[in-house]
């Protein structure tokens, strides 16, 4: 049990209290990324480069072939969908049994910045790895001298 403070104005916690609804990913509409248990949503890293993105999909017990990456204009998408159904009979005895996972993941590639026909991918030892290339006019160039004549 804890301890509470209370102020005889009750109204003064108003403001921490809506901070802290507010403060959730409660009004992020666009987090289709969300699990509530946290058992079916894998952990990505990315990084930038500076000649590309990348992105790393820990998703260990998968195959390439249970994966499916699709871009659909600046909107990459990551999903998986794997079904095991396992079925024993011994002695007038069966067992039945399956599991079923899936997860996708959504990103918004930079407009203007991606070289969408070159995207790699590859899994592999439980990572699946993007390489999301940058465009030629995107990429940081190094300071230009100006000789003054």
């Known amino acids: 049990m804890s301890i509470i403070k209370r102020n005889r104005?009750?109204?003064?916690?108003?403001?921490?209290?809506?901070?802290?609804?507010l403060g959730r990913e409660l009004f992020n509409w666009d987090n289709s990324n969300f699990s509530s248990?946290?058992?079916t949503v894998p952990a990505?890293?990315?990084?930038?480069?500076?000649?590309?993105?990348?992105?790393e999909v820990a998703a260990p017990g998968l195959e390439k072939k249970d994966f499916?990456?699709?871009?659909?204009?600046?909107?990459?998408?990551?999903?998986?969908?794997?079904e095991i159904r396992e079925e024993n009979h011994h002695e007038g005895y069966?067992?039945?049994e399956f599991s079923y996972q899936s997860f996708q993941r959504s990103f918004v590639l930079p407009k203007d910045v991606v070289n969408d026909e070159g995207i790699v991918a590859r899994y592999e030892n439980g990572l699946l790895q993007l390489v999301i290339p940058k465009k030629e006019e995107a990429k940081q160039k190094a300071p230009r001298l100006i000789e003054i004549g």
């Open 94 to 96: 069966s067992r039945r």
């Open 68 to 82: 499916k990456i699709q871009l659909e204009n600046n909107l990459l998408t990551i999903s998986s969908q794997k």
């Open 44 to 55: 990505v890293n990315i990084r930038e480069t500076e000649d590309s993105f990348g992105v």
């Open 9 to 21: 104005n009750s109204f003064s916690a108003i403001p921490a209290l809506v901070d802290d609804f």
């Open 37 to 39: 248990t946290q058992t």
